[in-house]
Structure formats: C-alpha cells, structure tokens
C-alpha cells in the first residue's frame, strides 16, 4: 500500500498542471508545476520567467509537428536527430542558467521517447531530472506485450538515480493511439501499474490523476494486497 506521504496528485489547469501532496490544501506550495512547453521551438527565458516562483518546473521534452498527416514520418526522424537533441540541451542549459529546477516527462514520439535515450541524456546532463510515466512510454502497438516493455522501462529508470518521481496513469486506445486517463479505467490494467511501482525505488513519489484519486488508491492497494 502506498504511504500517504508518497502520493501527490495531478491537478490540470489552463496552463498544464499543478502537482499537489494529496494531503495539502489549496494554499501549499506545488511539489512540481508541469507546463505545456516545446524545447524544440519554445524561447527557455520566456519559460524561465513565467515560472520562476515555481520550485520544480516539469515539461515534455519536445517534438517536431508534422505539418500534415503525410509528413508524420519525416516529423518523428527530425525529433530524434542530432539536431533535436542539441536543441533539448540548450534549452535545459538556460533553463538552469536561471536558476530553474527543470524535470522533463519522457514521452513516446518525444526526443526522450524510451528508456536508452532517456537514460543516456541524463548521463549527458548531472543535476538535470525526469518523472517516469510509464504509460507514456507504451504505444497501441506495444501493448500486447505490455508485460515485458514495463518490465524493462522499470528496470531502466525506475531506480535511476535522476528519477524524480513515478507518474501512475492508465491509458486508453483512442483512434489508434494511447490517452491518459485513471488508474484502473484504461487498457494497461491496476495490476500492471501496482506491479511497475513495486519494481520502482521505494521512495519515489507517486503521482496520480486527481480525478477519482481515492479510487485509483483504493484499487492499488487492493491489487497489492491480492498480488504474491
């Protein structure tokens, strides 16, 4: 059963989201605020000024938009070049450069789309950290061998020494793609999710959607009671 002190709660709002201990008020200083931010294409300083009362600034780390469905292909090979990662690079630099504590979210599609590429540009920047959502790492494709990928992304990150904290969200198939949503409401399953947080570090936060966030508990440790 999760701690009550490890748990902090996704709250969206207009400009991304405020990540609470669930056990603040409306008045506590966030844990984390996440941002809807490109690296690739987005000014740091102009970031770096709208958040800097923020004492953890949390955001994806960029990809370059197709400009048409036909040109989605070419998109993905030009958010995993050289030149993307260089990109990423100097944005987390000026961001630090203003005194920023910057945590990015690996995404699949991502320049940090999986756990080697991740894992390698954390090795490339000390100080710099990451939130491991898992379901964010999976697409439609790899979820009947979902098992085996969650397996892995925890093995690779989830006891990383720059993992900031586990993100715990489900994921639903819609129009071919995966869409956040509750533990216990999508197609990756409690019992997955429960398994991933037991093979992470023990003291990592875990933040969940506050949306029926007393029920995502609920069945978390249920599963983790019935699990051997």
Request: with cysteine; proline share 7%; aromatic share 4%.
């Amino acid at each position: 059963m999760l701690s009550p002190h490890r748990v902090i709660l996704w709250h969206r709002t207009p400009d991304g989201a405020a990540l609470l201990p669930a056990d603040a008020d409306d008045t506590a200083t966030p844990f984390a605020l996440f941002a809807h931010a490109n690296p690739l294409t987005d000014d740091p300083r102009v970031l770096a000024v709208e958040h800097a009362d923020s004492p953890r600034l949390l955001i994806r780390s960029g990809c370059i938009d197709a400009s048409d469905p036909d040109d989605a292909a070419h998109a993905a090979v030009r958010t995993w070049s050289r030149q993307s990662w260089a990109t990423l690079s100097r944005f987390c630099a000026e961001i630090a450069k203003c005194g920023l504590r910057l945590w990015l979210l690996p995404a699949s599609g991502d320049v940090l789309s999986d756990a080697p590429r991740t894992a390698a540009f954390m090795s490339e920047h000390p100080g710099l950290g990451f939130v491991l959502e898992p379901a964010a790492l999976l697409t439609h494709a790899m979820l009947d061998h979902a098992d085996d990928h969650l397996d892995r992304i925890a093995r690779s990150l989830g006891n990383h020494p720059a993992c900031a904290a586990l993100f715990i969200a489900d994921a639903r198939v819609s129009a071919g793609s995966l869409v956040r949503c509750p533990v216990g409401r999508g197609a990756i399953g409690t019992r997955r999710l429960a398994a991933f947080i037991a093979s992470c570090r023990a003291d990592l936060p875990v933040v969940l959607l506050a949306d029926a966030a007393e029920d995502q508990l609920a069945a978390l440790a249920a599963t983790a009671r019935t699990t051997p």
